[in-house]
């Protein structure tokens, strides 16, 4: 089974004024669309063809030197787009609530504090990659950036929020102005997912541990 390009949850102009349609036309149906494209070409006829990304992903430092670069970004560019669809959403943004809201609180000394310094992550990565909130194998919440396509996966860590800090996620309607867009992007943030995916994580990663 080849992997295939997932049709967006929602209109391309749903996320505006936060993301504008133009941007996400061609995010979504030229650049996630390309990584897609390019990760079938590199798996095909390969002993890895039928594998989940996330299964590449994680196994990265194993593969065949012929393939490894080509799952780091093209394998990360079509999984990292995934996870970014999805914890976006129209009318969304606010805060975290329940579980989630208070585990936040205690990780980061508040919300306020998680968005500052999470965005300060973003603001601040030199050139092409994302910043992300993770679940580690201690099931800790952690931030950081990767530069490119790279993927918490591959470090062992469960991604549960992310933002594609690319110029192209951002420059058609923002410029060089990447601060802006970090401050209207958590307007799309739909926490109810990222809170699910959360539970998630613990889950996936205790049976892991064998806890
Ligand atoms: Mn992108």
Known sequence: MAFSLPALPYAYDALAPAIDEETMRLHHGIHHAGYTNKLNKAIMGT???GQKVDTLLKQLDSLPGNIQADVQNFGGGYANHCLFWQIMGPDEGGTPDGVFADVIHDRF???DDFKKEFQRLAATLFGAGWTWLVVDPQLELQVYSLPNQDSPLSLGDVPILCVDVWEHAYYKQYGPNRAEYLSNWWDVVRWSE????????KRD??????V
């Open 47 to 49: 002993a890895y063809e």
């Open 109 to 111: 000394d508040g919300f």
């Open 194 to 201: 990222v809170s699910r995916l959360y539970e998630c994580a």
């Open 205 to 210: 990663l205790s049976d892991l541990a064998g």
